[in-house]
């Protein structure tokens, strides 16, 4: 099966910091990178899709200037929490789908923030 | 509006077989994904649906009626490592993923 892998796996950092997340689809190449958040015990909730050479589609309520996503290739994506807060602490997961839009999305393993 | 709907927790046995049910109104229908989450990972695909009828697929199977707007997974032998949180998706219209809140499956000995 496609394999996607996410940096750092977890990360810790002072509120004010800015912390860059990497996915990176290994073994297909990925025209789609999406990115979720997830808070404990909720349902994944989605921040942003991404498609290789344009900018990002953000969903309604997140902030495109905080949440900086930058898909420059067909195999990397990464996510920037600028100016982290607490409130920003939880699970980042990104996925990927390859070429064709009915495609099985395969998830990253996640990361996860802890702003202190 | 769009909305998924699928039990919140659900307690089996070690052994038996459970069925996760998933109802969904969604602007369009390009397919249903059930993922399994185990808790503190990310999600990992189980099946795609987007015809009619019974996906067979080792252990689990995945079942979908678009006229009702309805979907099981259903698990069979039940195994410890199958608790975990399974979570029902529909690809609308728009190809976009629309999730459901996950059910947490609790397997007891």
């Known amino acids: 099966g496609a394999v996607v892998s996410q940096h750092p796996s977890r990360v810790i950092c002072k509120s004010g910091t800015s912390v860059k997340i990497e996915c990176r689809s290994l073994?297909?190449?990925?025209?789609?990178m999406f990115w979720y958040r997830q808070f404990p015990k909720q349902s994944l909730m989605l921040m942003a899709t991404?498609?290789?050479?344009?900018?990002?589609?953000?969903e309604q309520g997140v902030e495109k200037d905080k949440f900086l996503i930058n898909h420059a290739s067909l195999t990397l994506s990464t996510l920037t929490v600028t100016s982290a807060h607490p409130e920003d602490s939880s699970f980042y997961i990104c996925?990927?789908?390859?070429?064709?839009?009915?495609?099985?999305?395969?998830f990253g393993p996640g990361t996860r923030l802890l702003v202190l | 509006g769009q909305n998924i709907d699928q039990p919140t927790e659900m307690t089996a046995t070690e052994g038996a077989i459970v069925q996760i049910n998933c109802t969904y109104q969604?602007?369009?229908?390009?397919?249903l994904f059930w993922y399994q989450q185990h808790a503190g990972e990310a999600p990992t695909f189980l099946s795609y649906?987007?015809l009619d009828g019974l996906e067979e697929k080792g252990r689990f199977s995945s079942f979908l009626s678009r006229s009702k707007g309805y979907s099981y997974l259903l698990l069979k032998e039940l195994q410890m490592k199958d608790s975990a949180s399974y979570l029902c998706?529909?690809?609308?219209?728009?190809?976009?993923?629309?999730w459901g809140a996950g059910t947490k499956l609790i397997i007891k000995p």
């Open positions: 991404s498609n290789e050479g344009s900018k990002a589609t953000y």
């Open positions: 649906n987007v």
């Open positions: 073994d297909f190449q990925a025209t789609t």
């Open positions: 996925s990927a789908r390859g070429a064709g839009v009915i495609e099985t999305q395969y």
């Open positions: 969604t602007s369009g229908f390009n397919g």
């Open positions: 998706a529909v690809m609308d219209s728009n190809y976009q993923l629309i």
